[in-house]
């Protein structure tokens, strides 16, 4: 079982590996959903359906994420885009 923020929507479909880190006020928005390792997603950021949020990721405060996210990127934004990879 994880433990996230009771102020969070996390549909039981979602797919959530390992050290996810989860903001308050996160969105996970429709099926087909999965986290991978060691991804961060800050507070009040929306992922919409069908997205992977890939391993090492960061979605920023208030992203808005309507496609896949690359392994390490850091996206933010509405609608979210890559502004840079962590190493």
């Known amino acids: 079982m994880f433990n996230f923020p009771d102020d969070c929507i996390i549909p039981e479909s979602a797919q959530i590996a390992d050290n996810v880190k989860i903001g308050p006020r996160v969105v996970l928005s429709g099926g087909g959903i999965v986290l991978r390792e060691n991804v961060r997603l800050d507070a009040a950021c929306v992922i919409g ?25 850091i996206v933010e934004g509405n609608p979210a885009q890559v502004v840079g990879y962590l190493n």
């Open 49 to 73: 359906e069908g997205v992977n949020v890939e391993q090492g990721a960061w979605v920023r405060t208030g992203a808005v994420v309507l496609r896949s996210v690359p392994p390490n990127a």
